[in-house]
């Protein structure tokens, strides 16, 4: 018998030990419109958000949820009326919530005017995004608005229809501003760096593109915190979705499932008020700058390290993965020795030793099952901000970098398509097509030092790193490393 579907009405059904939204949802109405309803969102602002209404937050701070390219979310969530559950899992088991701020969604190609419309409404205070690096349609390296990318030339040439999230962002403002102008808060969760900042240049450039004094009323009255958001939360998989059932007593197609761990440090810059998120663990900081930093080079730069390593060598999840004692030991002597130093000046009076070993632990969660090819999507996107900005702090103190050169000659070795056992995989990345070319050019050059140096002449990634000798150097010794001995053999070597 097919089991019955998430509903509020089935909401007094569940088990005693599921936990269900405390507030009235029935008098929510949206205060937040959220761009990119992915599992992410689901399993951090949204969960923060049940938290700060289960405390007493204003029912106008309800969500509307957006998904800028596919069906799949509003579809599971439409018939649960927003519903979802999100199962806490490490390796003690997981704890189970119901979810219930989400109380609208929608799909922005299917009517784009609505989706200008909601942003534009007087209702709506906050804009928040996560649409992955890529969403932003700009360049990593420069953090400069790519004026070329096909979505961004159409939105600039089709005000009816915008198609990439700026695009909407924008357009929604503009309606805004024609219609009295009342201030709104974009706030960005995406793993950028100053990823506030890099919202605010981009929304900027794109407007002034449209019209001058829609820029200058963004400027004046609209502000972009700077947020770090904190919680691995894999893709749901078939057998998280059966978990999800097994919990419930029913069926929810739209389960989500992460670790227990949360971290949210966010500007207190809001210009229309917010929910006290402080309910759900979020920190309101001066300057969120130092809490990004600390993230995006310690947690995601590990985690893409763990990602390209485990591809080539088979290990196809992370726990599996940094279970490995040869890439273990590396990925402790990378943050250590050569990531650490670069956050000192930043984090006065933070034990650095101490959020290393908690990195390492939560790694470990074999609940999980974070997939290297998940992580491993998007390089060209993420590793100007998790590897390379490290490496160039690195170079001015004149310090070491041979570690960060393992890794990103493992993401070098991860464009040619194919594993250490010739197993092929899709190279999964918005530059693709040119990234593979790059291999093939680097390939056919007969010295490493020559492959290297052509890597690094890649300038959508390396920017101004292009030809630079000490990192020419080191990814030359350590893509020879990589091509002789493997990554098990060449990891131990550097790990000791």
């Known amino acids: 018998m097919t089991a019955p579907r998430l509903h509020p009405r089935a909401l007094d059904a569940l088990p005693p030990a599921v936990r269900r939204p405390a507030f009235d949802r ?35 701070w309800g969500m509307h949820g957006v998904s800028l390219r596919h069906a799949d979310v509003r579809g599971a969530l439409l018939p649960q009326q927003g519903l979802y559950s999100l199962g806490l899992r490490d390796a003690a088991g997981t704890q189970t ?20 419309s909601a942003i534009a409404h007087a209702d709506t205070r906050i804009v928040s995004l996560t649409v992955t690096e890529k969403g932003y349609c700009h360049d990593p390296a420069t953090r400069a608005l790519n004026l070329a990318h096909a979505d961004i030339a159409h939105d600039l040439a089709d005000a009816l229809a915008p198609r990439s999230a700026i695009g909407f962002v924008v357009r929604g403002l503009q309606a805004r501003c024609s219609e009295g102008g009342r201030p709104l808060t974009l706030l960005s969760l995406d793993n950028l760096p ?26 004046r009255e609209c502000t972009f915190p700077n947020s770090m958001v904190d919680r691995i939360v894999p893709r749901s998989t078939e057998a998280d979705l059966a978990a999800a059932q097994a919990a ?61 390593f485990g591809l080539q060598a088979g290990w196809a999840t992370v ?34 030793d101490a959020y290393r070993a908690q990195l390492l632990q939560r790694f470990t969660n074999p609940a999980l099952a974070h997939r290297t090819q998940q992580i491993a999507m998007d390089g ?15 170079l001015a103190a004149g310090a070491p970098i041979d570690q960060l050169a393992l890794a990103l000659a493992a993401w070098c070795t991860h464009l040619r398509g194919h594993d250490e056992t010739g197993q ?71 790990a000791r």
């Open 248 to 308: 419930l007593g029913m069926r929810d197609a739209a389960a989500v499932v992460a670790e227990p761990f949360l971290a949210w440090a966010l500007e207190d810059r809001f210009a229309a008020g917010r929910p006290d998120w402080s309910a759900g663990g979020a920190q309101f900081v001066e300057r969120a700058e130092p809490f990004e930093k600390l993230k995006l080079r310690m947690l995601n730069g590990a985690h893409s390290a763990i990602a390209y």
């Open 319 to 352: 726990d599996a993965a940094i279970a490995q004692p040869s890439l273990r030991r590396f990925i402790d002597a990378l943050l250590r020795d050569e990531v650490a130093p670069t956050l000192a000046t930043d984090l006065p009076g933070f034990d650095l």
């Open 97 to 116: 919530r119901i979810i219930g701020s989400v109380v609208s969604t929608a799909v922005a190609p299917e009517d784009p005017q609505a989706m200008v």
């Open 26 to 60: 029935r008098a929510l109405r949206t205060g937040i419109v959220h761009l990119g309803l992915g599992a992410f969102a689901r399993a951090h602002l949204a969960a923060v958000n049940d938290d700060a209404l289960d405390a007493g937050a204003a029912a106008d």
């Open 194 to 219: 100053a990823n506030g900042d890099t919202l605010r240049g981009l929304v900027l450039a794109f407007a002034e593109r449209v019209d001058a004094q829609l820029a200058r009323w963004i400027e």
């Open 380 to 394: 060209s996107q993420k590793l100007p901000q998790r590897w390379l900005n490290t490496l160039r702090d690195r």
């Open 424 to 494: 092929r995989y899709t190279l999964d990345d918005p530059l693709a097509a040119p990234l593979a070319a790059l291999h093939e050019r680097a390939a056919s050059r007969p010295t490493a030092h020559q492959r290297a140096a052509e890597f690094t002449r890649f300038a959508p990634v390396f920017g101004d790193l292009a030809d630079q000798p000490r990192l020419v150097a080191a990814l030359s010794a350590a893509l020879e490393a990589l091509r002789e001995h493997g990554v098990p053999a060449t990891l131990e070597r550097f």
